[in-house]
């Protein structure tokens, strides 16, 4: 591990996920840190050879890919991790929740999740959706960036703004074609507020940074656009259960689903859009025969939920 100076005192180091390195008054501190145990070593490591203690760890979201060094790192120094508080919630109750979010499932398969003890709980400062922290003479910018989580912020530091998984880099997104979503109206949201700012430079977690944002922001909305359009595509068909969907958008985006995670991936997502059309009026669905399927609804009809409630 290396880390990457952007300005005299905010740096970007990581593997799987780009973290951020701001050197303070004593201390450094850092922006996510990437995934478990390996990863917490490599940061150890680092900070040995420059000399410098880790004194906090701001969460952009919890999810392993950017929280799962948090107990390692807490433990070899004693830091205090910053996150928001449905991110917080997230870390108390991580061998519950956790797998419950990602999956969809109270009672999970855990295969390939690799939870371990990297998401035991820490001592945790809650930080606002919205507004401002200073750590060690230091003063981040928190902006509520929800749609990939439901507590997701990114964090600006020297006019930089680091991203998390609000937007993923072009280059990251081409090969996958689809990433892990569970609010496709706030992520719109999102993307519209980070189109709209002006920073120097935008650090998504994944993928390299770019100081022009619309690109990825561009990718992250065709993302939503094509489940849309492919699985309205398929329900002029019929009626879909979510497995139907999930195979059909899967098929016609070109994608292997080779695993649990990169199943539980696109059908979590999946799902998010298909029950944000639902939710809005422009999709129904019905339980029939023992199975839940969506269904297609026509222009001026009302969702049978609806109905009956009237």
Known sequence: ????????????????????????????????????????????EELRAIDKKLIAIINTHTHLDHAGANYYLFKET??????????????????????????????PIM?????????????????PYDGQITIDGVTFDIISTPGH???????????????????????????????????????LQTLSKIRDSSYD??????????????????????????IETFT?????????TLDMAVKYVSEKLSLRLRDLRTYNTARVTIQCVLNDCVMHDTMDYTVKDNLFYYKKLMPGEVREAKRKAR
């Open 201 to 226: 430079l935008y650090v998504p977690s994944h993928g390299a940074p770019v100081q022009d944002p619309n690109e990825a922001c561009d990718m992250m909305v065709e993302m939503l656009s094509r």
């Open 78 to 107: 004693g830091c205090m991790v910053y996150c928001t508080l449905y991110e917080s919630l997230m870390v108390r109750g991580a061998k519950q929740l956790f797998p419950s979010m990602f999956t969809g499932s109270p009672n």
């Open 232 to 240: 309205r595509e398929a329900l002029e068909n019929g009626p879909l």
């Open 1 to 44: 591990m290396a880390i990457k100076m952007l300005t005299p005192r905010v740096g970007l180091t990581g593997n799987i996920t780009v973290d951020g390195v701001v050197f303070s008054d004593s201390g450094v501190i850092m922006i996510d840190n990437g995934w478990g145990i390996k990863q917490g070593r490599e940061i150890m």
């Open 111 to 127: 295969d390939g999740l690799g939870i371990g003890d990297v998401l035991n709980p820490t001592d945790l400062t809650v930080i």
């Open 149 to 187: 989580s439901d507590g997701h912020v990114a964090v600006a530091v020297d006019n930089i703004l680091f991203c998390g998984d609000a937007i993923v880099g072009p280059d990251w997104m081409r090969p996958r074609k689809l990433i892990y979503m569970t609010n496709p109206t706030l992520e």
